[in-house]
T-cell receptor, first 115, second 113 residues
Framework: EPEVTQTPSHQVTQMGQEVILRCVPI?????FYWYRQILGQKVEFLVS????????KSEIFDDQFSVERPDGSNFTLKIRSTKLEDSAMYFC?????????????FGAGTRLSVL | SQQGEEDPQALSIQEGENATMNCSYK?????LQWYRQNSGRGLVHLIL?????REKHSGRLRVTLDTSKKSSSLLITASRAADTASYFC?????????????FGAGTQVVVTP
């Protein structure tokens, strides 16, 4: 079964550093998402991406965050200057279309630890 | 405002018993989905139920949806130790054009042999 792949599985960084989290969505999917889950809390939506642009973003997704689809396969989330509170599990998801049976498939996540 | 809320927050049962967890939401939805998460791992999609459906089955899973009460339930029958995980409901709202999901806080299920 096709799957969403995320790398790295665990990223440790110093506060103030830039990090890039990488995702390879399912190949024929058109809609891409990033979510995060702070330890012990619910999964929160960050951003959705379609047709090479952001379609929606949450309040969490401020100027420190950006997303990019640099080629036909990768989808990245960049945090420019990490803060301690950015420590969380970050999930990438993709779906083939909207509505109906088009479910979101999630990657295994990248655990970001900001020290 | 929080969209999906599960209860109970935690559930401990013996192998072979059934596990039931509930999810309530606040606004109109296109569909409601249930995901499973093993400790510290990714989200695995279990089942999707559309707003015009009332019940769906998948293996040992049974999901119901009551749009008048804005609630859903997930039943796991004949539970196994391997069912130990956190279970989340996630809703896709009708007002949302881009398909984002809003997750509840989850129910942590522990199945003891």
């Amino acid at each position: 079964e096709p799957e969403v792949t995320q790398t790295p599985s665990h990223q440790v960084t110093q506060m103030g550093q830039e990090v890039i989290l990488r995702c390879v969505p399912i190949s024929n999917h058109l809609y891409f998402y990033w979510y995060r889950q702070i330890l012990g809390q619910k999964v929160e939506f960050l951003v959705s991406f379609y047709n090479n642009e952001i379609s929606e973003k949450s309040e969490i997704f401020d100027d420190q965050f950006s997303v990019e689809r640099p080629d036909g396969s990768n989808f990245t989330l960049k945090i420019r200057s990490t803060k301690l509170e950015d420590s969380a599990m970050y999930f990438c998801a993709s779906r083939g279309g909207l509505g109906g049976k088009n479910i979101q498939y999630f990657g295994a996540g990248t655990r970001l630890s900001v020290l | 405002s929080q969209q999906g809320e599960e209860d109970p927050q935690a559930l401990s049962i013996q192998e072979g018993e059934n596990a039931t967890m509930n999810c309530s939401y606040k606004t109109s939805i296109n569909n409601l989905q249930w995901y499973r998460q093993n400790s510290g791992r990714g989200l695995v999609h279990l089942i999707l139920i559309r707003s015009n459906e009332r019940e769906k089955h998948s293996g040992r899973l049974r999901v119901t949806l009551d749009t008048s009460k804005k609630s859903s339930s997930l039943l796991i029958t004949a539970s196994r130790a391997a069912d130990t995980a956190s279970y989340f409901c996630a809703t896709e709202m009708t007002t949302d054009s881009w398909g984002k999901l809003q997750f509840g806080a989850g129910t942590q299920v522990v199945v003891t042999p």
